[in-house]
């Protein structure tokens, strides 16, 4: 059992930054792939990116490819999305989540555990 706590959302200007954290219990952390999605109003969860269990596969959306970085510290039992050059499009609650079922988890249903989401507006 894992249990995910976001924190770091808020409101931003366009062309700002913000750090998400996802804390995570538990001792069995590192066996995890860690992945982010985010849920605009009236829209679906999407993937924004994922890290494997030792950080060497970082796949990312297209939309926030070149902008956004993941990363963890297995040490501190959390993972981070690093969030440069926010658009009002980036606005959404992102959630984190954990996965046992496949090394780079993509989907929503890849994952086992997931976070209650934090909330990330940009105003334009």
């Known amino acids: 059992q894992v249990h995910l706590v976001e924190s770091g959302g808020g409101l931003v200007q366009a062309g700002g930054s913000l750090r998400l954290s996802c804390a995570a219990s538990?001792?069995?952390?590192?066996?995890?792939?860690m992945g982010w999605f985010r849920q605009a109003p009236g829209k679906e969860r999407v993937f924004v990116a994922a890290?494997?269990?030792?950080?060497?596969?970082?796949p990312y959306a297209d939309s926030v490819k070149g902008r956004f970085t993941i990363s963890r510290d297995n040490a501190k039992n959390t993972v981070y999305l690093q969030m440069n050059s926010l658009e009002p499009e980036d606005t959404a609650v992102y959630y984190c989540?954990?996965?046992?079922?496949?090394?780079?988890?993509?989907?929503?249903?890849?994952?086992?555990?997931w976070g209650q989401g934090t909330q990330v507006t940009v105003s334009s």
């Open positions: 538990g001792r069995t952390f590192r066996r995890y792939a």
């Open positions: 989540a954990a996965s046992l079922l496949v090394p780079t988890p993509l989907r929503p249903n890849d994952y086992n555990y």
């Open positions: 890290i494997s269990w030792d950080g060497g596969n970082e």
